[in-house]
């Protein structure tokens, strides 16, 4: 864990399968639940109440339950000034660009681009910030 870096009250952060690592001025918020392996970038703020898990549990085998099938470890990147919003997921495997923001109770499937604003479930890019024009734009 970096400096300067906090994680709030009811916050669980499992390293169990993984390495859980977080940069330097990042907040962890209330209640979020982190299971490795995950990267958490610098300066990155996580609202209350994310589910960030690069773990899933196997199922294709149908005669076994899946609780006790082999699990998936994937791991999570999530660069540097990063802001995601309360109840969001970021599911195993995913990496969120640098200076992202995932909007509240998005579900996030798929790598989002640096510079992006994503929303929904599945989270998709509405907006992308356009370094000629120095705005953000919004995306067809």
Same mark, same amino acid.
């Given at each position: 864990?970096?400096?300067?870096?906090?994680?709030?009250s009811?916050?669980?952060?499992?390293n169990g399968?993984?390495?859980?690592?977080?940069?330097?001025?990042?907040?962890?918020g209330? =209640?979020n639940?982190? @299971?490795?392996?995950?990267?958490?970038?610098?300066?990155?703020?996580?609202?209350?109440n994310?589910v960030?898990?690069?773990?899933?549990?196997?199922?294709?085998?149908? #005669?076994?339950?899946?609780?006790?099938?082999?699990?998936?470890?994937?791991?999570?990147?999530?660069?540097?000034?990063? &802001?995601? =919003?309360?109840?969001?997921? @970021?599911?195993a =495997?995913? #990496?969120?660009?640098?200076?992202?923001?995932?909007?509240?109770?998005?579900?996030v499937?798929?790598?989002?681009?640096?510079?992006?604003?994503?929303? =929904?479930?599945?989270?998709?890019v509405?907006?992308?910030?356009?370094?000629?024009?120095?705005? &953000?734009?919004?995306?067809?």
């Amino acid at each position: 864990m970096g400096e300067q870096s906090v994680i709030e009250s009811f916050a669980t952060v499992n390293n169990g399968v993984g390495d859980v690592t977080i940069g330097k001025q990042s907040i962890v918020g209330m =209640g979020n639940v982190i @299971i490795g392996p995950v990267s958490i970038g610098n300066e990155v703020m996580l609202a209350q109440n994310i589910v960030i898990s690069g773990l899933n549990h196997g199922y294709q085998d149908v #005669t076994i339950s899946p609780r006790q099938q082999k699990e998936v470890c994937k791991q999570i990147i999530i660069g540097d000034d990063v &802001w995601i =919003g309360a109840n969001a997921v @970021i599911t195993a =495997g995913v #990496t969120i660009g640098k200076h992202s923001v995932i909007g509240a109770g998005s579900v996030v499937t798929k790598d989002i681009p640096e510079f992006s604003v994503a929303i =929904g479930n599945p989270a998709k890019v509405v907006k992308k910030y356009n370094s000629v024009t120095e705005l &953000w734009e919004k995306c067809n």
